[in-house]
């Protein structure tokens, strides 16, 4: 005894336990339905359809106020098919998702773009901070020369090397002795100052990272990534365009 000896009975008997068990979706039905006429007719009953809609929107089925608006929108609801109210309520869905899904891919993409503008920021204030210290090395070094010309101006020395040196210590206008120390001091300020944007920079691109791993995720779509997504989502007579 095959399948197709089975009476229509036993066969739309399985079909509904099949969607009542959540065994059976409305891709198997659809794909029952191209198999023989006879499975489409018993795929196409009501019972079926209705099924799959209590059970895949059960939100939307329910009535969800008593105006005379939904009483109207639930009357004409009621005039069509259950596999064409499906269809619509699964083509709302899927507008639905996707709209999501972009909005997910805009919030990942901002994520990243801020992310990147406090990387560029904290380069911007490194850079200023090196420049700084720079600077304050570059005047520590000249002070520095500056006091030990003036320790070895109390020791005999040429004329000329003496000249020099007296020259050089009075072109210093400023205490030496202070200067220094406020010197090492924002030497030490700017060297803290650079740690701590290091710090953050280094946590900021880890979170970059993070970021752009998420965008790549919501920017996934297992049938657009394909080679085959543009035969697959094309219709038929533009495959046969393409060929």
Not at 86 to 100: G, I, L, P, Q, S
Not at 149 to 154: D, F, R, Y
Not at 212 to 217: I, Q, T, V
Request: hydrophobic fraction near 35%; include cysteine; aromatic fraction near 6%.
């Amino acid at each position: 005894m095959s399948a197709s000896d089975l009476p229509d009975e036993l066969w739309a008997r399985v079909l509904e336990l099949g969607a009542a068990s959540s065994a059976l979706g409305f891709r198997d039905l659809c794909c029952l339905a191209i198999a023989s006429r006879r499975l489409g007719r018993l795929s196409f009953h009501p019972a079926l359809w209705s099924a799959l809609l209590s059970r895949d929107f059960p939100s939307q089925s329910q009535p969800s106020s008593s105006s005379s608006t939904s009483q109207q929108q639930q009357q004409q609801q009621q005039q069509l098919h259950p596999k064409s109210l499906y269809k619509t309520k699964f083509e709302r869905h899927k507008v639905r998702m996707a709209e999501a899904r972009r909005r997910a891919v805009f919030e990942a993409e901002a994520r990243v773009l801020a992310c990147r503008r406090r990387l560029a920021d904290l380069e911007e204030s490194m850079r200023a901070e090196g420049e700084r210290m720079k600077a304050a090395a570059q005047e520590l070094d000249n002070l520095e020369r500056v006091r030990r010309t003036s320790v070895a101006l109390n020791v005999w020395q040429p004329q000329v090397v003496h000249g020099r040196q007296k020259q050089l210590v009075q072109q210093c206008t400023v205490p030496v002795d202070s200067r220094l120390s406020d010197l090492n001091m924002e030497l030490k300020v700017c060297k803290q100052q650079i740690a701590t944007y290091k710090n953050s920079y280094n946590k900021e691109k880890h979170k970059l990272n993070e970021f752009e791993e998420a965008l790549k995720r919501a920017k996934y779509h297992p049938l657009q990534d394909t080679h085959t997504s543009g035969i697959i989502n094309e219709p038929r007579a533009k495959r046969k365009k393409l060929k």
